[in-house]
């Protein structure tokens, strides 16, 4: 895979750290208050951003899924003002698995660590 250009990360993190400034001062939907953004991907051409955000609470991916797509224009109406961008990119948001595949490895460790070590009680006895 090729990596991306120094201009192609820049861009990226402007993007990223504008979208998180506009989250929190121009969005009025309580749905999204808890999101963050976690990376900007973009496109060789720097026409296209995929988006990717976490969240604390997953069980309404859907729904804010959907809120944001709604948004989209919105979204890049406010870049193309605060930024200094000849093109602003057409945004696409993606939930970011990767908080979730770690807390999934994380307890997968800690259990199997547990069931070698043997009972939890002479784990933790071990540890004082």
Do not use: C, W
Request: proline content about 3%; glycine content about 2%; overall charge positive.
């Amino acid at each position: 895979m090729k990596k991306p250009s120094i201009r192609s990360s820049r861009v990226a993190d402007l993007i990223q750290r504008e979208l998180a400034v506009i989250l929190r001062k121009e969005v009025n939907d309580p749905r999204l208050r808890e999101l963050s953004i976690t990376h900007v991907d973009l496109s060789p051409d720097l026409r296209n951003a995929a988006v990717y955000y976490s969240m604390l609470n997953d069980d309404a991916i859907k729904e804010i899924n959907q809120v944001l797509s709604k948004a989209q224009a919105f979204f890049r109406k406010e870049l193309a003002s605060r930024t200094d961008l000849r093109y602003v990119p057409k945004i696409s948001f993606k939930y970011d698995v990767t908080l979730k595949r770690a807390e999934k490895l994380a307890n997968l460790l800690s259990h199997a660590g547990v069931r070698e070590l043997g009972d939890s009680d002479e784990v933790v006895k071990g540890l004082e």
